[in-house]
């Protein structure tokens, strides 16, 4: 870590004591920021940007010019790892991402193979080289993934859902070609993470967006499990640093503590729940990522100031703690306050420091 000009991000996830509170924002690299949309302009579609790695470079490195942030995070989607399962991903325009191919039949689900990531997912590696290669040492590259659960999800259901029948369907009805998918899957996602692990991702994250839907029984079998497991397969060290991990399941409140007990470093929590309260269950086993409502972003500055202090007071004078959103910022948010949320984080929590 002493390669590093600013490893806050890096110590907070390990739980060792920070001069001040890091941030970093889900989705920070983003539609909210006009020169996000310049350069997607010019890659010619959301797709094309993601397999660049020159422009998933670029964008990357765009939030990190205009504000005062901790971390990178590597420029790609969740959903790069089933596209390279063969089931032909593609964005329709005003609906979001689709599949060509969503797994229907039990044939198809058995023939499910976890791809090589040096192979259909060079385009990923290059950008994360190419991305730390333009950092050099100034803060940490975060790499990430889907989780088993919310890959299967859109895998299964063929894009987002409303009602999520289709995945639940088969999971009641034929849990055996579920859990088929979900290990699958799962393997995936372990090589696919060490691979930007290997590339130099310097942190990694995985996304459960979609595992508060499921009941606490089904979120025990068919997310947590997976999660575990993914956590359990990937590497911990790499060039004799620690690589510490992330899980966040959007709408896992209710599971924190189980979620907490299965290995990863930190747990990212959604707005739901009141971060001081989390810390209390949790005790000293994770670091706790999160958790302002990102639709605070559309209020005046002065109270994006006070809802960002309201969260750091919460959390206290404590190790542990990375700022950022309970889910991804909305590309409608307006960037001045990003900029606001950024410096009161630092300000606030170096106050609280001295305060001792």
Known sequence: MSRLKNDTFLRALLRQPTEYTPVWLMRQAGRYLPEYCETRKRAGSFLQLCK?????????????????????????????????????????EGEGPRFERPLKDEWEIRNLSAPDPHAELQYVMDAVSEIRRALDGSVPLIGFSGSPWTLACYMVEGGSSSDYRKVKSLAYNRPDLMHHILDVTAQAVVKYLNAQIEAGAQAVMVFDSWGGVLSEAAYREFSLRYLEQVVSGLIRERDGQRVPSIVFTKGGGLWLESIAAIGSDAVGLDWTMDIGR???????????????????????????????????????????HVFNLGHGISQFSPPDNVTVLVDTVHEHSRKLRAQG
Request: with cysteine.
């Open 278 to 320: 989390a810390r209390q269950l949790v005790g000293d086993k994770v670091a706790l990522q999160g958790n302002l409502d990102p639709n605070v972003l559309f209020a005046p500055p002065e109270t994006v100031a006070a809802e960002t202090r309201r969260v750091l007071d919460s959390f206290g004078n404590h190790p542990g």
């Open 52 to 92: 660049s790695p020159a422009m998933a470079c670029e964008v990357t490195l765009q939030p990190l010019a205009r504000y005062d942030l901790d971390a990178a995070i590597l420029f790609s989607d969740i959903l790069t790892v089933p596209d390279a399962m063969g089931l032909g991903l593609y964005f329709a």
